[in-house]
């Protein structure tokens, strides 16, 4: 069997903050939207435009690292599952 990897805590917790904030940010645009809650309306935009100034750039940066872990952390070993994980992309897109 193969090895099994250790989950890291705060990499996980960070994934939870990030898609808890695009929810948070998602209603916050829905309720601008809607027009509902005038009496909130600059606490909505100021909380969609404080939320939407980093939620991307986390989420990149947390992509990133997690294919940093996965393909780059012993070179060697994971240049098989690289290329299997490339060819899997390949043929779905294809498909």
Request: charged fraction near 15%; charge should be positive; aromatic fraction near 18%.
């Amino acid at each position: 069997m193969g090895s099994t990897a250790k989950r890291i805590e705060w990499l996980d917790s960070c994934k939870g903050f990030a898609i808890m904030v695009v929810v948070v940010g998602h209603i916050a645009d829905g309720y601008l939207s809607a027009e509902f809650f005038q009496d909130y309306q600059s606490i909505l935009q100021d909380t969609y435009n404080v939320i939407y100034s980093f939620h991307m750039p986390l989420f990149f940066t947390l992509s990133g690292y997690i294919f940093y872990r996965a393909y780059c952390v012993n070179r060697e070993q994971k240049k098989q599952k690289f290329k299997l994980s490339i060819m899997n992309n390949i043929y779905i897109y294809i498909i």
